[in-house]
């Protein structure tokens, strides 16, 4: 096991590697001069050349990724231009509430698409079948923002059980105090179920949102593997052994169909971190996706790159728990590694 | 997928095309949403090309004594904060969100898939650069790296149809990488290399075309999520700027009317934008049916 995590994570340096050099990549080409950018529309030529020797834009490319990589490595991601607050702390900030976001719509789709998945490969034709093509077909075309705006309408304005759409947490409740970060848990911790009840019902249609979108490929994936574990040969065994269905499908079958589902994950990931941005836009859900559109808006560049870095570092670490999951659920895996 | 179809010749490509057509009349009849689904591309198709000539108002005109009307028998789908009517701006976006998409996927038709050929084909350092730069593009979350680079380069349309084009890229180097490597010794390939064709010509004129119908499910396929990224990109304000019509863009400004009940604004191009998605995707199952049986699910 620990030499498969670590041949794992001895994969994880390229991909970062490769991600770090896109983002500065992404930087040094923002259009026009860089330097005039930073400077702001008042700065004459004098300036202009201050700044690019101070942000050592006169120095050559190599020169500039290492002053990029230390600044990382040290954990400074520039200042935004808008707020002039160092942009690792504000992400730091936001970051618990796309993480609880984003988990709590993980969960609800993998809650509804496993069992439907799994329904569907039993009674294979039948209309359980049918609704999980449906779904499936349908959750992959729906717009994640339109998803959020219909729900709202729904939800707030016709039956009028949801809160307004704005923020984690009803103005008249004060937030629990902060230990993880996420509101339900840190309610439940202090035993603040008022403030519980208000974030859980603020968070139901952001996360509802999310999960109907990552619904499709779980519920797809889920089908497919059971079907092809259902037919295979020690599925056979245990059915002629007079093991009661029961026991098989849920022992037996999904059991060794999980793999695949847990690999699928990963692009679920993929998808659920973009669809994210879109779903705290329309929820006003202040998380790090909504401080990247209100940068980008106003064309404050170094917010967006912190995200973008964020985001893809957070999805190479989901990608390598994902893998050292996957060796836990499969010994044939650990064995190999 | 391991066939190594040879060269057909003339006669052989009519009875050919004969049975393609008796295979896709049987997969419709099997499966009739694909029909229904071509119907809607075809509909599609129209809205884009005759879009802005058979619309009843000028998409952009408002009339502010017609503002935030609901759907009625003048405004079919109602009129907006502006009084412009929304119905003529839902059909004539149609071109530009189908020009969107349709561009983007033709460029990392181009891209990625004469790179996955390369790869595929040449295998070695080819293949080893090729999939080192699918993998980068693969180790971030595709949405957030298109917002990053329409955030560098610039807030323009192009630069959209660009970002959608590299988020796409790993998809197609897999599809064609795989493909032309179970061909890059079948015997239609040696037949060609001992006529004395180059190595480029192989690629071009005899692999190229043996995988267009898998390309082509891919294609479809990526349609719709070519669409889906280009109207998510416009929704948090970047490429299409207002008044332009676009399904993305008209979602957001009917965003904040919701919550006073003004659903016609967001809604109609959001189902715009819904049906349209929805038609490549099953379009691209059908003729995912249709090119290789095998992979239905």
Redesign the interface.
Known sequence: MLSLISKRLLLVI???I??V???FL??R???GDPAAYFAGPAADKQAIEQIRVKLGLDKPLIVQFGRYVADLASGDLGNSLTTGQPVVTEIKNRLPASAELTLFGLIISIVIAVPLGILAAVKQGSWVDHTCRVVA??G???????TG??L??VF??LLGWSP??LGRIDVFFSPPTQITGFYLIDSVLTGNLGSFRAALSQLLLPGLTLGIFSLAPIA?MT??SMLAVLASDFVRTARASGLDSRTVILTYAFRNAMLPVVTTLGMV???????N??VE??FAWPGIGSY??EA??SSD?AP??G??LT??VL??VLNLIIDILYGVIDPRVRLEG | MTDTTLPTAPPAAKVESNSIFRHARYVIAENPVTGLAFALFMLIALAALLGPYIVPHDPLASDTAATLHPPSFKHWFGTDQLGRDIFSRVVVATRLDFIIALASVALVFAMGGLAGIAAGFFGGWTDRIVGRISDTIMAFPLFVLAMGIVAALGNTVTNIVLATAIINFPLYVRVARAEANVRRDAGFVQAARLSGNGDFRILLAHILPNIMPIMMVQISLTMGYAILNAAGLSFIGLGVRPPTPEWGIMVAEGAGNIISGEWWIALFPGAALMIAVFCFNLLGDGLRDLVDPQRRT
């Open positions: 390229p991909n970062l490769g991600v050099i896109i983002t992404l930087t080409a923002l259009p077909t349908a992959v075309s729906l717009p994640v923002f339109f705006l219909l709202v309408y707030y304005f307004a759409p797809r089908r497919a990931f993929s998808f659920l971190l973009g669809a941005v879109l836009k329309v990247a559109v980008l808006i560049f967006v790159q995200f973008v985001m893809a999805y190479v």
